[in-house]
């Protein structure tokens, strides 16, 4: 995306939520993730010249960005733009596999680790782990490092990219990731290092708390009323979180040409609204975790994430393991409320506050 387009796309959103904030006297925040491929091959100016751009139009609004990169590429730039340009920062590190390689085919690896030391040194990070077939087995060995490096992460198991190839061999069964999942809770829940489980599981343990004490969990927002979410393609076209990333009759229109106000009162918008509707009907309505849930793990999970059983109704993932946690929690923190793992885990953010 080129500098214009960009600020084109920041003028299209600031005019929406300048206009929703002064209907209803909140502040919308705004995070802008720059995720895939590798943003960090990009000229740090690039992101210089954009961040300005926002502070120009965007003025006051709260806003963060947050980058995942493969951290390769770590010279004294890359670092000065990761320290002082973005606010969150993200890598991508398998720990086992030799599954990142460099354009001659070497293990990339050992280089990302010693760039995320030296990162790890001057700001906080988290990483991303995808598990495949190669790693799968090495669960408790993924999370000494990272508890041992105090650095948290996102478990992610790998997905069809569509890309004829590219995952062949290398993915894993559905229970083989529940498996490594629960491996990873019972991790958690034996270490006094490392504060919050690797994600998804800390949103998962979230809603196992709150059942266990009977409290209610956020309701499932209608995405008519609230969209919190959008992925923006390079070209300009969005899709909501769960629908059909990059199949074009799933976007909701282009950001570069089309107001954001027409997007959300578009048809293909009412038909990502009703197929999240859907989903959250057919597997939450029966589901014991509901009040606790509201439903978005399956509202907002992409379609080649989701698992079908044998009726080709949807299955949540995010329910076995919940069912998982509930159990290990009740026995390992009897004293619930005042645990302090469970406090951090209750925390809720949100990205709207009165003005
Ligand atoms: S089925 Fe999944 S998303 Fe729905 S309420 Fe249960 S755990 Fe939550």
Known sequence: MSRAQLATIYRNLEEYYARR????????????????????????????????????????????????TNLMLLDEERMRLLVDGFDKVGVSLDVIGGLRVNIAGRDSQSKVIDNLRRLRAARQVGCI????????????????????????????????????????????????ELAALAQFADLWLGSDQMERPPAPLDEYAAVAVRHLVGNSGPVYRDRREWLPLI?????????TYGENYGE?????????????????????FERCASAAERRVALNCLTCPFFKACGGTFIAETEQRERDHDTQEAM???????????????????????RDRRARTLAAVTTDRQPA
């Open 315 to 337: 299955t949540c993932m995010a329910r076995p393991m919940i069912e998982h946690l509930t159990g290990r929690l009740r026995t390992v923190m009897p004293d619930l409320v």
């Open 21 to 68: 904030d002064a209907e209803d006297g909140m502040v919308t925040s705004l995070e802008l993730v720059w995720h895939g491929g590798e943003p960090l091959m990009q000229p740090p100016q690039y992101f210089w010249d954009t961040f300005a751009d926002q502070d120009e139009i965007f003025g006051e609004r709260p806003r963060r960005n947050a980058v995942q």
């Open 248 to 268: 074009t009759d799933w976007s909701i229109g282009n950001l570069m040409t089309t107001s954001l106000s027409e997007m959300l009162a578009g048809q293909t």
């Open 231 to 239: 992925l923006v393609n390079t070209d300009g076209e969005c899709y």
């Open 129 to 176: 782990t995808v598990l495949t077939a190669r790693n799968v087995s090495a669960v408790e060995e993924i999370f000494r490092f990272f508890e041992q490096l105090d650095v948290g992460f996102r478990v992610l198991p790998l997905f069809d990219t569509d890309e004829k190839g590219q995952t062949s061999g290398l993915d894993i069964t559905q229970q083989e």
